[in-house]
């Protein structure tokens, strides 16, 4: 998202479309939540909020759709993104990092990650 954001392909103001899916996240569980509204529209910058302040599960599933066609096709390509810049002990199979005994991240891909987001996306 933030390589979209950077190269002007996706804009803070472009919205994304909330599914029942992406709604229904975290009732169940009591995991986090944004609390957007079902067949609503929200906006990136308000999603990205969302995920960094609030661990929003549902706005990650709100961004995975609307990015990735589906929650899996996003984790494919948050895989794919891993390994271009260099994560080689993570695997992604969801948005929100729920756990999944196929869903991991070292701590040292924890601070390549976060290495690469402050060298090359200062502003988030």
């Known amino acids: 998202m933030f390589q979209r954001l950077k190269d002007g ?3 803070p103001e472009d919205t994304f479309h909330v599914s029942p899916t992406a709604w229904r996240q975290g009732l169940k ?6 609390w957007v509204a079902v067949d609503s529209d929200v906006s990136v ?3 990205l909020k969302g995920i960094i302040v609030q661990s929003g599960g549902d706005a990650c599933i709100v961004v995975a759709e609307a990015m990735g066609g589906s929650e899996a096709g996003f984790a494919e390509q948050m895989n794919a993104r891993a390994k ?3 994560l080689t002990n993570s695997h992604f199979v969801n948005s929100s990092g729920l756990p999944d005994p196929q869903h991991y991240m070292t701590s040292t891909d924890l601070v390549k990650l976060s290495a690469h987001i402050i060298r090359d996306y200062p502003d988030y």
Do not use: Q, V, Y
Request: aromatic content about 0%; overall charge negative.
């Open 9 to 11: 392909r996706l804009k």
């Open 29 to 34: 569980d009591n995991e986090s939540k944004m």
């Open 45 to 47: 910058d308000d999603l």
């Open 84 to 86: 271009e810049i260099g």
